[in-house]
């Protein structure tokens, strides 16, 4: 393997640098208000519309609190959002396998 420019190597490599980097970023500001703590643990999972429906909430106040975790994790979209808190362990991975019934 050579770590090349285009190489799996420098991939991985530049892929966790801006991940700790991004980390970093992110204690420097300001906590998760608890509304969008509750939001950016569904955000992985479900629309916007879907996370209105389970916690109560307009579809406006959700892509507001969306939009203001964007903001404070310094980051331009959801996938993003959740890579950093998977990494800076703010949200939790949990799988669960059912085998599909025939």
Do not use: C, W
Request: charged share 25%; proline share 3%; net charge positive.
């Amino acid at each position: 393997m050579s770590d090349g420019p285009g190489s799996i190597v420098s991939r991985k490599t530049n892929l966790r640098v801006t991940v700790i980097d991004q980390v970093a970023v992110t204690r420097e500001k300001r906590e998760l208000s608890p509304a969008e703590a509750r939001v950016f643990a569904l955000m992985g999972m479900h629309s916007n519309k879907q996370i209105a429906r389970k916690l109560g909430l307009s579809g406006q106040t959700v892509k507001n609190h969306v939009n203001s975790i964007l903001e404070k994790l310094g980051v331009s979209d959801r996938t993003q959002a959740v890579v950093i808190g998977i990494a800076s362990g703010m949200l939790k991975v949990s799988v669960e396998y059912s085998p599909e019934k025939r």
